[in-house]
T-cell receptor
Framework: AQKVTQAQTEISVVEKEDVTLDCVYETRDTTYYLFWYKQPPSGELVFLIRRNSFDEQNEISGRYSWNFQKSTSSFNFTITASQVVDSAVYFCALSDVNTGTASKLTFGTGTRLQVTL | KAGVTQTPRYLIKTRGQQVTLSCSPI?????VSWYQQTPGQGLQFLFEYFSETQRNKGNFPGRFSGRQFSNSRSEMNVSTLELGDSALYLC?????????????FGNGTRLTVT
C-alpha cells in the first residue's frame, strides 16, 4: 500500500523567512509520480509540481524549489523569502500508476503554513 | 481558460436524504475524479470517470456513485446520507490519457448533513 507522511502539522514563519515542507513516501512501485498541491482558504487544490520517479533533478521555480531524493523516499518543498500570500495548507501526493492514470492520488495529511508580517 | 466548476458551493441536507453534486471539467479534459476531504480522514479518492466509464474506484460504500456525460461533465450522488458524509467534495479533471497529467481541482462543494 502507498503512504505519504507529512510530519509537520503546522509551521509559522515571519515574512521573508525561508521554509521547507517535508514529505516522505512509501511505495512498492518502481514507477510513480509525486505531486505538491497548495490549498488556500478558498478550498481548491492548486497544482504546484509533478515529478516522476526517474527524474531526480531538483528544480527551482521562482521562490519555490523541490528536493527529490529516492534514496530516502523524500520529496521536500522549499519556499524562499516567504510571503503572506503563501499562507495555505500544502499537500504532498503520490500517484498509483498501476491504475493507468495519475488520477488516484494518495495524499499526505497536509502542512498548514502561516506566514505573518 | 475556465477552470473546474463545481456546483453548488454549499449544501445542507438531512440524514437519510440523497444529494447530487455537479462538476464541469476544464475544456478538453476527459477524465473527472472525485475526492472527499474531511478533518479526520483527510483527502480520499472516491472514483474516476473517463469517456463516460468508471475507470477507478476508491474504498467507499455503494451509497456513493457517479456518472459522466458525453461532454465530460460529471455528477456524483450520495444516497441515504449519514452524518459522517459531511465533507468537502472536490472534483478534479485532467486530460486523462496515459501521460499521467496532473489533476486540476475545483473549489469544492461543502456538504453538511444534519
Amino acid at each position: 500500500a502507498q503512504k505519504v507522511t507529512q510530519a509537520q502539522t503546522e509551521i509559522s514563519v515571519v515574512e521573508k523567512e525561508d521554509v521547507t515542507l517535508d514529505c516522505v513516501y512509501e511505495t512498492r512501485d518502481t514507477t510513480y509520480y509525486l505531486f505538491w498541491y497548495k490549498q488556500p482558504p478558498s478550498g481548491e487544490l492548486v497544482f504546484l509540481i509533478r515529478r516522476n520517479s526517474f527524474d531526480e533533478q531538483n528544480e527551482i521555480s521562482g521562490r519555490y524549489s523541490w528536493n527529490f531524493q529516492k534514496s530516502t523516499s523524500s520529496f521536500n518543498f522549499t519556499i524562499t523569502a516567504s510571503q503572506v500570500v503563501d499562507s495555505a495548507v500544502y499537500f504532498c501526493a503520490l500517484s498509483d500508476v498501476n491504475t493507468g492514470t495519475a488520477s488516484k492520488l494518495t495524499f499526505g495529511t497536509g502542512t498548514r503554513l502561516q506566514v505573518t508580517l | 481558460k475556465a477552470g473546474v466548476t463545481q456546483t453548488p458551493r454549499y449544501l445542507i441536507k438531512t440524514r437519510g436524504q440523497q444529494v447530487t453534486l455537479s462538476c464541469s471539467p476544464i475544456s478538453g479534459h476527459r477524465s473527472v475524479s472525485w475526492y472527499q476531504q474531511t478533518p479526520g480522514q483527510g483527502l480520499q479518492f472516491l472514483f474516476e470517470y473517463f469517456s463516460e466509464t468508471q475507470r477507478n474506484k476508491g474504498n467507499f460504500p455503494g451509497r456513493f456513485s457517479g456518472r459522466q456525460f458525453s461532454n465530460s461533465r460529471s455528477e456524483m450522488n450520495v444516497s441515504t446520507l449519514e452524518l459522517g458524509d459531511s465533507a468537502l467534495y472536490l472534483c478534479a479533471s485532467s486530460f486523462g490519457g496515459t501521460e499521467n497529467s496532473p489533476l486540476h481541482f475545483g473549489n469544492g462543494t461543502r456538504l453538511t448533513v444534519t
